[in-house]
């Protein structure tokens, strides 16, 4: 399974993402989260040091591994063409969460449909990773639509866009949803995140009604998520929102047996 969270700032991906992540690894997936966010928080929230996640270099601002993947020897000739198993197994991080950790960080060029060496690194890494039986990918997208423009989540099985209840969030999802659509995202789907009470519920099911999607779950806000947020401190995984994420990657998981 290769599933991406994505959908506007701040509407809880990296939150969500660690939570399946962990989820997973209890069910006994040898898991890879990625992080395709340039905030760089999933390391953190799944228990990754402080010091030890600022010290990771990500992959798009990897000078040398780009170079080394991508060159040709010719100015403005790049190589589309490479393996990606040894930049899984040289640079994932092991977290306490019990995930592996792959910092893909963002690329920063102009135009949605970048083709500059580093966002092939990044494509070719998602489209190639081969996901065997019970293993499993989760991805934390930027904030946006900038990831979907430059193709670098193609290669996922099911795109989970996460709305808070605010018309802002439900555009964003809409345009999200076209968007995968022209990339051949095979499945797509909603989950209401950080929603005010029955008028948040209320909303996210409108949004979803309105985009024509499922709308998978929905997760109020957790106190306790919080202030680990606050604290710099890993998602928990025993409250309220985590029994939500539990039952939702049940839910994923028998849709795709």
């Given at each position: 399974?290769?599933?991406?969270?994505?959908g506007?700032?701040?509407?809880?991906?990296?939150?969500?993402?660690?939570?399946l992540a962990?989820?997973l690894?209890?069910?006994?997936?040898a898991?890879?989260?990625?992080?395709?966010?340039?905030?760089?928080?999933?390391?953190?929230?799944?228990?990754?040091?402080?010091?030890?996640?600022?010290?990771?270099?990500p992959?798009?601002?990897?000078?040398?591994?780009?170079?080394?993947?991508?060159?040709?020897?010719?100015?403005?000739?790049?190589?589309?063409?490479?393996?990606?198993?040894?930049?899984?197994?040289?640079?994932?991080?092991?977290?306490?969460?019990g995930?592996?950790?792959?910092?893909m960080?963002?690329?920063r060029?102009?135009?949605?449909?970048?083709?500059?060496?580093?966002a092939?690194?990044?494509?070719?890494?998602?489209?190639?990773?081969?996901?065997?039986?019970?293993?499993a990918?989760?991805?934390?997208?930027?904030?946006?639509?900038?990831h979907?423009?430059?193709?670098?989540?193609?290669?996922?099985?099911?795109?989970?866009?996460?709305?808070?209840?605010?018309?802002?969030?439900?555009?964003v999802?809409?345009?999200?949803?076209?968007?995968a659509?022209?990339?051949?995202?095979?499945?797509?789907?909603?989950?209401?995140?950080?929603?005010?009470?029955?008028?948040?519920?209320?909303?996210?099911?409108?949004?979803?009604?309105?985009?024509?999607?499922?709308?998978?779950?929905?997760?109020?806000?957790?106190?306790?998520?919080?202030r680990a947020?606050?604290?710099?401190?890993?998602?928990?995984?025993?409250?309220?929102?985590?029994?939500?994420?539990?039952?939702l990657?049940?839910?994923?998981?028998?849709?795709?047996?």
């Open positions: 399974m290769k599933l991406a969270l994505s506007k700032g701040g509407v809880g991906k990296t939150t969500l993402a660690a939570l962990a989820a690894v209890r069910r006994g997936y898991t890879l989260a990625i992080d395709a966010d340039p905030a760089l928080n999933l390391g953190g929230a799944l228990g990754l040091p402080a010091a030890e996640a600022e010290r990771l270099v992959i798009a601002e990897d000078v040398d591994l780009v170079a080394a993947k991508t060159g040709t020897g010719y100015p403005g000739v790049y190589n589309l063409s490479f393996p990606v198993e040894d930049v899984i197994s040289n640079r994932a991080v092991m977290t306490p969460a995930a592996g950790l792959l910092v960080g963002t690329v060029a102009a135009g949605g449909g970048c083709t500059c060496p580093a092939a690194v990044v494509r070719a890494l998602l489209r190639r990773l081969v996901v065997g039986e019970r293993q990918v989760v991805l934390d997208l930027e904030a946006g639509l900038e979907l423009g430059r193709g670098t989540a193609a290669g996922v099985d099911l795109l989970l866009v996460l709305v808070d209840g605010s018309a802002a969030s439900c555009g999802a809409g345009r999200i949803r076209d968007l659509r022209e990339l051949g995202i095979p499945r797509l789907a909603l989950v209401g995140s950080r929603l005010d009470g029955d008028g948040g519920v209320e909303a996210a099911r409108d949004c979803a009604g309105r985009l024509d999607l499922p709308l998978l779950a929905v997760l109020p806000d957790d106190p306790a998520v919080a947020g606050r604290e710099g401190g890993p998602v928990p995984t025993d409250g309220a929102m985590a029994a939500l994420a539990d039952a990657l049940d839910k994923l998981l028998e849709e795709a047996a």
